[in-house]
C-alpha cells in the first residue's frame, strides 16, 4: 500500500464511527421519511397502503398546511429581525466603554444558554392571565383596563412567543457580531479619523461593511434555526389559540402523534427538508466564500 | 474640570445608565424567576403581587427536591447528556481529525453532509427513529435517548470541532511524525492535547444543547423515573392538578445551575466555541 | 492548561459514574414486570395504586408492576411508540371511552368480557357498558372503572353569588347575569376553559348538547353546523366576558386551580375542587357549592361523562395476568381505597360500591353529602361523543374527532378568530365531515 | 548521511499540478538549496523528501532505496520548519526529548543528550519552560536542537529563518552553516531568500512552476543564469533586462541608440540582454540617460536613470556625486551581457558573453 492510501485509510478509519453513525441514524431515517410519506399510514399499526404522492397532494390543499407555512413564515420573520435588531444593538452596546462590562456581557449572553423550559416557565409565568406580573404592572400603571390576553388570543399568541424566542436568541447574533466587532483593525478607524470622517460615517463607512459578512452568515444560521424551531412554540402555546401559532415542525408533530397519521406527518417533514434544502445551499455557499476569503 | 469634559463624562453617565437599564430589562425574567422561587406562595398568588418578598424562603426548593420526582429527572438528565456528549465528542474529535488533515475520496462531501445533519431539523427524523428506537427495543430507555441525541450532538460536535482541530497548525503534527510519532500518537499526543480548550468548549455546549433537548425525549420516554428535565419538569409542575409557580420557578432555577456553572468554566471560550462552530467557520 | 486536564477529567469520570448508574435499569427490564398506565397522576392516587399493586405482587410471586401515568393527550402517542416497540403495557386505566372504540376499531384491544362477567354484568351502570360494546364482534373491548363527570357540576361560591346559588344557575340567562354581577377586578365572574384539550372539547360538547344540538346526527350525518350549536357558541362567547384572559389555553389545571385559589365565582370542575380547597385554600372550604351546569332553553339534560375505561392491549404479553390485574383494582376494599384518594372525583361505576357503607364513610363525601348527590346525578345523565343518544350507532371516530380538537377550534374561531358562529359551525362541521371520511 | 535522489517526481492535485517531472540528486553530505518564488513547488518537493506528502508519481530514493511508501518516522530525517513547530503543550525539554522518547531511549540517556544539544545551543537556561514563552529566535534554537538531538541521516530545513528579524537571520544563518560543517549531513534547505541559498548552499536548485530552471553550485548560478527568470531571481540589485534583437554585428536593444557586439550573432533573433547593475559604468560616449533615484548604503550607490523608454540600475561606489536630473551616459563592461531567447527565456550561448 501505498503512504496515499494509507493517510487515507486512516482518515476513512477516523471517519468511520461518525459516518456508520450518520448512515443508521440519519441517512437510513431520512430515506424511511420519504418511503413513510408516500404511504398512507397508521402511527399505531404502522401498516398502510402505498399511495403514491397523494399525502403530498392533499398537503397543498389543505387550508392547515397553508396556515402551518404562513405561520412558520412570520415566525420566522420576526424571530429573525427582532434577533437582529436587539443582537446587533447589544453588540455595539457591548464593544464600547461601559460600567462593568464584564457583568453586562455575562448577563446578556446568558439567556442564550438556558433551558428552552426555563425560559418558557418563566415566560409564562410573566405572560400569565390571573398572577402575570406583566398583567399587573400594565394595570397598576394604567395601559390597559382588564388583563391582557398574551397568549390566548391572536395576533398576541404569536407576537409573546416572538418575543420570547427573541429574548432567548438574540445573544447568538450579539456574540457573532461582537467577535467581528473585535476583529476590526483599530488602524482602519484610525485612518478614518486622520481622513476626517465623523463617528456617524466612521460606523457606516468601516463597521458596516466589516459586519457584512457575519451577519450574512447570522441571517442565514438563524433562519435555519428559527424555521425549525419546536420547543419553544410547542411548550408556550402548543400550536393554539386556534392554529394561531402553529408552526411546519409542530405541525409534523400533530399529524404523527395526536392525529396518528403518520404518513401524511412524513410527507410535511419531506417539504420541510425540501426548504432547508434551499436555505442550505445558500448558507454552504456563503460559508465557502468565507472560507476561501479567510484562508487568502 | 473643564465645561466640555464635564459634559462628556455626564453624557457618558446617563448612556452607561441607559445601557444598564436596557440590560436590567434583558436579565429581569431572570431575576423575577430567582424572587419568586423564593417567595411564600402566599405572595405570589396574592393580588397585587410582590416584587420582593417580604420574607426569604427556601420551602419550593425542599419540596422540589424531597417531596416531587425532580431528584430522579436530574439526574436523568445528567447522565442522558453526558453520555451523548461523551459519544459525540469522542466520534467528533477523530471524525474532526480525519476531515480536515487527510486527503481522501469524497472527503468535501463529506464535511457537507456533516453540515446538513448539523442544520437539520429533528422533526424530519423523528418519525423513522420512533420507529428505529422502538424496533431495538430502545424506547421509554435512557439508552435509546442517548442514541437520539447523538443525532444532532454528533454533528454539532463534530462542526465545531472540525474548526478547533482546522485552526491548530499543521507543521506541529508534520514534526511530530518527523520525530517519529505514529498516526494514533500524533492524534493522542499532539493534537488533542492542543485542541483540548476547543475540546472543552465543545463538551460544554453539546451537553448544554443535549441537556436542554426536549422534542425527542417528549416522544420516546413513557415512565415518570426515566424523564429528562425538559418535558419531565412540565409534566411534574403542571400537571398534578395544582399549579405552583413557586414549585416552578424553584425547578428553573435549579436546572440552570448545570448551565450556570458550566458557563462559568468556559466563559473565556464562549465567543470561540460558538463562534467557530457556526459563524467563523 | 492543568485546570483545563483537571475539568475534562473529571467530566469523564462524571460520565462513567452515571453509566454504571443507570445500567442496572436496562438490565431490570428482562425480569418479570409488569407495566400499567393510567391517566391519574396526583401523587396520592399514584401510592394508592403502588399500595394495591405491591398486595398483587404478594399474591403473585415473581411479579412486579411499576405505574406509568400521562396526561390523556399523550396515551395514544405513547401507545403507539410502545406498540412499535413490542413493549406495550399491560392495563391501561382511564383511558377515555371515544380511545378505547378507536383502538378497537384497528383490532388493538383484548376483550374484558371475563372481568365483566367475573365482577357481575348487573352491578355496571347500563350506560357505560352500553357505550364500550363492539356490536359487531358482539364483546367488550373496555370496562369503563369510573363514571363521573368533570363538566357536569358548575362550582360556586356562595359568599360571591349568594345563598340562593342554585338560582343564580339555572338557566343561560341566569348564568350570564350571575357572572356579570360577580365580576371585578381580581376576581372573574366564571371560568369557561376552552384550550386546545379533552376539557376544551368535552365542555364544549356539553354545551351543544345542553343547548340541543348533536355533533353527529343519529343517522351519521353530520350535526355540527346546526342552529343548537349557533346558540351555544353565541351564549359561550358572552360568558366569556366574564372569564379570565387566557380561557384560550385553560384546561382541567388551570380551571380547578383558578377557582380554588378564589379568583373565580363559579367555574365547572369535578369533585376534584373539594380536595384541592382543603389543601390550598381552606378559608373558602365552606364557602364553596356546586350545581349542575345550566342548560339552554332548548337543551337537553345531558352531560358529558367520563366513562374512564379500563383496557388491555392485544399485545401485552400475559393476557390472563392483565385481567387478574385489572380485577385486583376492582375488587372492593382496593376500588374504595383508589375511589378515596380523590372523594368525589372518581364515582365508582360499579352500583354496589357506590351504595355501600364503606365508600360513603369518607369525611369528605359525608361533608358534602349535598354537593355529591348534584354530581351523582349528573354522572347519571352522562354520555359521549361515542353515542351521542340511545338512537345513535356507535361513532368509532368519535376519538379521532376528540384527538384532532376541531370542536374547541372551531369555537376558537368565533372567540378568537373572529368568526361568525355560523360560520365557525360551518368550518367545523366541514373539518369533521373530512375526518369522518378520512 | 545519505544521498537522495528525486527520480521523475511529479505532485499534482487533479488538474493543477505543482512539481512536474522533477529529476534533482542530492549528494551525501552536501547542503542542498532550493529556491525559488512562493508557489514554485519547493516546499512540496521537501515535505516529500520528508514523506508528508506522496508524489503522485516519480520515486524519491535514499541511497537509492526507495522510500515513497516510507513513513517519515522511518526515514532518519529531522526537520526544521518555519513556523518552528514546537509543540506548544510541553516544555522544551519535553520538545527536545520527544524525538528520543518515541525512539525509545532510556530516560538517563535522554537527559544526557539533551544537556549536550543544550549545551551546543546555549539554550541550557531555557529547558523549563514552555516553548509559548520563548522569542522566535529562541524557539527556532529549539527547533534545531530537536532535530539535531538524535543525529538523523538528513536534515531539511523549510525556509526556517523567514520569521526571524534581520540580525537573527544572519546569526542564525551562521550557526547553521557551522552545523553543517561539523556534522557534514546531507541538508536539504528550501528558502526563497537569494542570500541564504547564496551563503549556504553546496549547490543551488533554481524552481520555478514546479520545473527545475537551474542547478549548481551558488557561484555558477549567478555568473551563468540558465534561464532569464533565473538571472531575475538570483542577485541584489536585480539584472537589468532590456528587449531587443540580434543583428549581424551584435545585440541591438529596441529603441535605444545601443548596439553591442556579441560573438554568436544570428540575424534577425528577438533576445532579451541581461546586465548586472554592478556591470554598467559610466561611459563618455555610451548610452545617453537621465538620473531618477539615488540611494546611498554608505558603501556604495545605486543609481536609478531612464534611457528611453527603458529604466536601467547602476552600481558605483560611494564617491559618485551624481544627483537626480543629471544627464549621463552608460557603457556596459565587456563581456558582462546576458542574453536570453525572448521566447523561451533560455541562456543563449554556453559561455560568457564577448563583445
Redesign the interface.
Known sequence: MTLATRNAAFGYLLMAPSVLFFVILIAYPLGQTLVISLYHMSTLTRTGEFIGAANYTALLQSGEFWNAFGNTLIWTVGCLALQLGLGVAFALILHGKLFLRPIARALVLFPYLLSTVVAVLVWQWLFNDLYGYLNYLAEEYGVVDGPINWLGQSPNAMISVIVVAAWKQFPFVTIAVLARLQGIPKALYDAAKIDGANAWSRFWDITVPQLKPVLAMVIILRTIWDFKEFDLIFMMTGGGPRSSTETLPLLVYKEVFPKLSMGSGAAIAMIMLAIMLVFFWIYAGQYDREESARTR | MTGARMLRLGGRICRDVLVWAAIGLISFPLVWMVLTSLKPRIETNGYPPSFLPSSLTLVHYYDLLFRTGFGQLFVNSLFVSLTSTLVAVLFGIAGAYGLVRFRFAARGLMARLVLFAYLLPAVVLLVPLYVIVASIGLNGSLWGLVITDTTFALPFALWLLRAFVAALPPDIEAAAAIDGAGRFAILFEIVIPQALPGILATAVFTFIMAYNEYLYALVFINADQSMTLPPGVLRLVKESYDIDWNLMMAAAVVITMPILLLFALVQRHFGQGLGAGSVKG | MTTMTMNRRSLLVGATAMGSLAMPGVLRAQSRAMVFWTTQRAPEQTAVYNEIFAGFAKDNPGVTVSVQAFQEEELLPKLAATLAGGTPPDLISHMPPEFVMQLNAQGLLQPVDDIIKTVGEQDFYPNSLELLHDDKGGYYPGLAIVNSTTTGPLWYRKDLVGADGPAAFTTWESMLATAKRTNRRGVFGTIYPFGKTSMGDKLLLQTIWRSGGFVLNPDGSVGFNSPATVAAFEFIRELLQYSPAGSANYAYTETVNGFVEGRAASAPYSGRVLINVQSQNPKLADEISVVPFPMGPNGRDVFVGDFQSLVIPKAAKDHDLSKKLALSLLQKDNYIKFLHTTPSHNLPNLKSIATSAEFNANPIITRYQKEVAVMVTATAKGRSLLKESSAHPTNVKAGVILGSRVMVEALQDVVIGGLTPQAAAARGADRIAALLKA | MAAISLDHIRKSYGAHVIVDNLCIDVQAGEFLTLLGPSGCGKSTIL?MI???D?PSAGGILFDGRRM??????D?N???V???Y?????MTVRQNLE??LR??RVPAQQRAAMVDNVAGILQIGPLLDRRSSQLSGGQQQRVALG?AMIRSPDVFLFDEPLSNLDATLRAHMRAEIIQLHQRLGKTMVYVTHDQIEAMTMSTRIAVLEGGKLLQLGPPAEVYARPATRFVASFVGTPRMNFLPGALVPGGFRADGLALEIAVAHAADAVRVTAGVRPQDLLLAKDGLPARVTLVERTGQETLVTTSAGAQTLVLRLDESCKLRIGDEIAIGVRPGKLHLFDEASGERLGNDDCHP
Do not use: C, E, T, W
Not at chain 4, 515513497?68 to 518516522?73: E, G, K, M, Q, S
Open positions: 515535505r520528508a514523506g508528508l506522496s515513497n511508501d516510507v513513513l517519515p518516522a526515514r530525517i529531522a526537520m520548519f518555519q513556523s513547530a514546537l509543540y506548544p503543550h520527544y524525538p518515541k525512539r530537536r
